[in-house]
């Protein structure tokens, strides 16, 4: 069991940039993702890594502009974005896997932070 809290969201202008947290609570030796919904629309994936940091996966909307990565010393997960657009505008929501990357499954879910991204 893990329970997991996400900060970091704002108001922000299109081209800022914002780094978004996930706070887990106990072990971190989970697959982390990020996904968000925004308004009207599902639940997209975002961006994956692995357990033990070394490998990470992005949807093609957000390649090259955001990176995840994990601090399994402070049980912590990050979402750099770069150069946001009113298109990232959404709750942001971050998960923990049992299985792996490609299994795209997961099994823990935080409550969600909201990213706005103004034009």
């Known amino acids: 069991q893990v329970q997991l809290a996400e900060s970091g969201g704002g108001l922000v202008q299109t081209g800022d940039s914002l780094r978004l947290s996930c706070a887990a609570s106990g072990r971190t030796s989970y697959v982390m993702g990020w996904f968000r919904r925004a308004p009207g629309k599902e639940h997209k994936f975002v961006a994956a890594?692995?357990?033990?940091?070394?490998?990470?996966a992005y949807a093609d909307s957000v390649k090259g502009r955001f990176t995840i990565s994990k601090d399994n010393a402070k049980n912590t997960v990050y979402l750099q974005m770069n150069n946001l657009t009113p298109e990232d505008t959404a709750i942001y929501y971050c998960?923990?896997?049992?299985?792996?990357?490609?299994?795209?499954?997961?099994?823990?879910w935080g409550q969600g932070t909201q990213v706005t991204v103004s034009s």
């Open positions: 998960a923990a896997s049992l299985l792996t990357i490609a299994a795209m499954k997961y099994h823990y």
């Open positions: 890594v692995s357990q033990s940091g070394g490998n990470t």
